[in-house]
């Protein structure tokens, strides 16, 4: 009976904490996965740029692979030192080789945004460029249409790898709320997780984003 007890008190807890379980286990070296895995099968035939929706067909040296979590504050979270120092870190690269935080940026764009933290700066941020972009500061506000997908790899980066919110919280709730999945974003979600095993579960129940 104690046994039967403990089971149905433990078994709400067992099930909140399953979506949060499925990490990058597959790949661990991030030069090498961005090489043949981002490029070589995810994006060999081209796409979009995350940011600007703009078509390719090929990396070329105005596109580059961008993390939308970014990887410096990956190494603050984790204290493993500078780029070159952290390469060095056994969990830095399982998190740096996670497909699921890799897309295509604008070269231009990823210089000016790595090290920024998201937020709404409506026109504290003066005009959006031609992406629809504004940035203040060390804070980013992504175009409308990748919000919701920027809010869903982050949950799943927080959640999975227990990192820090790269912004405030509150944030990712609304842009959640206001851009739901679209087939752009199954679509790579589906490819992601059949070459590297793993699942983002808030692409697949968005609402799981309010319980964090």
């Given at each position: 009976?104690k046994?039967?007890?403990?089971?149905?008190?433990?078994?709400?807890?067992?099930?909140?904490?399953?979506?949060?379980?499925?990490?990058?286990?597959?790949?661990?070296?991030?030069?090498?996965?961005?090489?043949?895995?981002?490029?070589?099968?995810?994006?060999?035939?081209?796409?979009?740029?995350?940011?600007?929706?703009?078509?390719f067909?090929?990396?070329?040296?105005?596109?580059?692979?961008?993390?939308?979590?970014p990887?410096?504050?990956?190494?603050?979270?984790?204290?493993?030192?500078?780029?070159?120092?952290?390469?060095?870190?056994?969990?830095?690269?399982?998190?740096?080789?996670?497909?699921?935080?890799?897309?295509?940026?604008?070269?231009?764009i990823?210089?000016?945004?790595?090290?920024?933290?998201?937020?709404?700066?409506?026109?504290?941020?003066?005009?959006?460029?031609?992406?629809?972009?504004?940035?203040?500061?060390?804070?980013?506000?992504?175009?409308?249409?990748?919000?919701?997908?920027?809010?869903?790899?982050?949950?799943?980066?927080?959640?999975?790898?227990?990192?820090?919110?790269?912004?405030?919280?509150?944030?990712?709730?609304?842009?959640?709320?206001?851009?739901?999945?679209?087939?752009?974003?199954?679509?790579?979600?589906r490819?992601?997780?059949?070459?590297?095993?793993?699942?983002?579960?808030?692409?697949?129940?968005?609402?799981?984003?309010?319980?964090?």
């Amino acid at each position: 009976m104690k046994a039967l007890v403990y089971f149905l008190i433990a078994l709400p807890i067992l099930t909140l904490s399953t979506f949060v379980t499925g990490q990058n286990t597959r790949f661990s070296d991030p030069e090498t996965v961005i090489k043949d895995e981002f490029w070589g099968n995810l994006y060999a035939d081209g796409g979009t740029s995350f940011f600007c929706q703009e078509p390719f067909t090929s990396k070329g040296f105005l596109l580059t692979d961008g993390y939308i979590y970014p990887l410096a504050q990956v190494r603050r979270a984790l204290d493993c030192g500078t780029s070159q120092q952290c390469k060095q870190n056994d969990r830095y690269r399982q998190i740096a080789s996670d497909l699921h935080n890799i897309v295509p940026v604008s070269s231009r764009i990823e210089m000016s945004r790595r090290n920024a933290l998201y937020e709404n700066l409506g026109s504290t941020g003066g005009e959006p460029d031609d992406c629809g972009i504004r940035e203040s500061a060390q804070f980013f506000e992504p175009p409308g249409i990748v919000k919701g997908d920027i809010a869903r790899t982050v949950a799943y980066m927080v959640s999975t790898y227990n990192l820090p919110w790269a912004g405030a919280n509150r944030v990712f709730v609304g842009w959640n709320q206001m851009d739901p999945p679209d087939d752009s974003e199954l679509t790579r979600h589906r490819q992601v997780a059949e070459i590297q095993g793993n699942e983002n579960p808030f692409v697949l129940d968005p609402s799981l984003v309010n319980q964090l």
